[in-house]
T-cell receptor
Framework: GQSLEQPSEVTAVEGAIVQINCTYQTSGFYGLSWYQQHDGGAPTFLSY??LDGLEETGRFSSFLSRSDSYGYLLLQELQMKDSASYFCAVNSNYQLIWGAGTKLIIKP | NAGVTQTPKFRILKIGQSMTLQCTQD?????MYWYRQDPGMGLKLIYYSVGAGITDKGEVPNGYNVSRSTTEDFPLRLELAAPSQTSVYFCASSYSITSTGDAYNEQFFGPGTRLTVL
């Protein structure tokens, strides 16, 4: 079967750093994407890793290790507006296969 | 550009009724997708299309049908609505993927349709 595992909820303090992990098991793999979704909103693209290593985009970074079937999203200098759900998704055979999402709760 | 637009935003159906969810994109994307998202869950792919006239099933196609007569439009048809189809439906589009099948290109989502079947 195909599965992605990520924590259901993470809590952090404003200004801190948080890491959201994602492990996957899929029948085809071309890369790992991350999306953000605010309550009541649509998912928006954050980053993509097609190769092993770290990708940095402003306060957000994403990492991939193909050999470990593992990736993470790192959010730095957390702001209240970062409170949202974060989804990892595997690019597999012309489709995106989505994890169940991690709800990030940020406390002042 | 309006991006990806969906109508309606909300709809309540009775069991057994049918409806069409509309999706239009103005970015000239070849790829379009329909997802459903149940509360607290990730997105499940219903159908996708790689271009006008070409559609294929995703993970959860039962109870749905699609067509793609133009690049811009990708309607989703629900026949004989059931309570299990109560969900939020998202349409998305993206650029063509590479010849190796890498669908890394960013998917752009519409605002969603919240459907309740009673």
């Amino acid at each position: 079967g195909q599965s992605l595992e990520q924590p259901s909820e993470v809590t952090a303090v404003e200004g801190a750093i948080v890491q959201i992990n994602c492990t996957y098991q899929t029948s085809g793999f071309y890369g790992l994407s991350w999306y953000q979704q605010h309550d009541g909103g649509a998912p928006t693209f954050l980053s993509y890793n097609g190769l092993d290593g770290l990708e940095e985009t402003g306060r957000f970074s994403s990492f991939l290790s193909r050999s470990d079937s593992y990736g993470y999203l790192l959010l730095q200098e957390l702001q209240m507006k970062d409170s949202a759900s974060y989804f990892c998704a595997v690019n597999s055979n012309y489709q995106l296969i989505w994890g169940a999402g991690t709800k990030l709760i940020i406390k002042p | 550009n309006a991006g990806v637009t969906q109508t309606p935003k909300f709809r309540i159906l009775k069991i057994g009724q049918s409806m069409t969810l509309q999706c239009t994109q103005d970015m000239n994307h070849n790829y379009m997708y329909w997802y459903r998202q149940d509360p607290g869950m990730g997105l499940k792919l219903i159908y996708y299309s790689v271009g006008a006239g070409i559609t294929d099933k995703g993970e959860v196609p039962n109870g749905y049908n699609v067509s793609r007569s133009t690049t811009e439009d990708f309607p989703l048809r629900l026949e004989l609505a059931a309570p299990s189809q109560t969900s939020v439906y998202f349409c998305a589009s993206s650029y063509s993927i590479t010849s190796t099948g890498d669908a890394y290109n960013e998917q752009f989502f519409g605002p969603g349709t919240r459907l309740t079947v009673l």
